[in-house]
């Protein structure tokens, strides 16, 4: 019978035999510099390094619809993508791509941020946010907010949230602790960060078949 510890160590073994052949891979993930998806790439770069292989060419994207046009357009060999990105099935039904190898790696920690020495006292709130961040405004509110509305400010990273927030076009941000540090921002609350499984997708052949292309009424008549 085949083990959880079975397949994984299949599939660490596939990595390996993708990084022997080809060598260092052009690895795209969501920038800017900062984010968690960069913090997630430096890790995974520093255990390749470790164990004796090619680290990966870190390339960062505006978004993840850009990352999964520079491996689907062979400018990149592999993509990081979080488990946690609402869209990630993009890249698991994409017909180019397999996964090639996942790993857990915390986040940094996460909170609700403001500029130095402003708080907020608009009757409604603007807050910058990746959507799959949002869901953490209600544990991290302060009592003193949870009765103001709130107008979500749609930022593309934690970073750019951060950015947002720094140039005036929000009254706070839900950012991670990178964000919070290059923009001079402080934190009204903050969590520590989420264990996440990130996933690492490749257009590169691999020794494992082809998805079966999907079946009409006629084929199965």
């Given at each position: 019978?085949?083990?959880?510890?079975?397949?994984?160590?299949?599939?660490?073994?596939?990595?390996?035999?993708?990084?022997?052949?080809?060598?260092?891979?052009?690895?795209?993930?969501?920038?800017?510099?900062?984010?968690?998806?960069?913090?997630?790439?430096?890790?995974?770069?520093?255990?390749?390094?470790?164990?004796?292989?090619?680290?990966?060419?870190?390339?960062?994207?505006?978004?993840?619809?850009?990352?999964?046009?520079?491996?689907?357009?062979?400018?990149?060999?592999?993509?990081?993508?979080?488990?946690?990105?609402?869209?990630?099935?993009?890249?698991?039904?994409?017909p180019a791509l397999r996964l090639l190898f996942h790993f857990a790696h915390p986040t940094?920690?996460?909170?609700?941020?403001?500029?130095?020495?402003?708080?907020?006292?608009?009757?409604?709130?603007?807050?910058?946010?990746?959507?799959?961040?949002?869901?953490?405004?209600?544990?991290?509110?302060?009592?003193?907010?949870?009765?103001?509305?709130?107008?979500?400010?749609?930022?593309?990273?934690?970073?750019?949230?951060?950015?947002?927030?720094?140039?005036?076009?929000?009254?706070?941000?839900?950012?991670?602790?990178?964000?919070?540090?290059?923009?001079?921002?402080?934190?009204?609350?903050?969590?520590?960060?989420?264990?996440?499984?990130?996933?690492?997708?490749?257009?590169?052949?691999?020794?494992?078949?082809?998805?079966?292309?999907?079946?009409?009424?006629?084929?199965?008549?």
């Open positions: 019978m085949t083990t959880f510890g079975d397949t994984y160590a299949r599939s660490l073994e596939r990595f390996g035999a993708v990084l022997r052949e080809h060598g260092t891979l052009r690895l795209s993930t969501l920038g800017p510099a900062g984010t968690s998806s960069e913090h997630a790439a430096g890790h995974l770069r520093e255990r390749l390094l470790a164990a004796g292989y090619p680290g990966p060419e870190v390339v960062l994207h505006p978004t993840f619809g850009a990352v999964l046009d520079s491996v689907t357009g062979g400018r990149s060999e592999v993509a990081l993508v979080p488990s946690a990105y609402r869209d990630a099935t993009a890249f698991h039904w994409h940094p920690a996460y909170g609700l941020a403001a500029r130095q020495g402003q708080a907020p006292d608009r009757t409604r709130l603007r807050i910058s946010t990746m959507s799959e961040v949002s869901v953490l405004y209600p544990e991290l509110c302060p009592p003193a907010l949870r009765d103001r509305a709130v107008d979500w400010v749609p930022a593309r990273s934690t970073m750019d949230a951060a950015q947002v927030l720094s140039r005036g076009d929000a009254d706070l941000a839900l950012t991670n602790d990178h964000g919070r540090h290059a923009h001079d921002l402080h934190w009204l609350a903050r969590r520590p960060g989420a264990q996440i499984v990130w996933l690492l997708f490749t257009s590169l052949p691999l020794n494992t078949p082809p998805a079966a292309p999907a079946s009409t009424d006629e084929d199965e008549r």
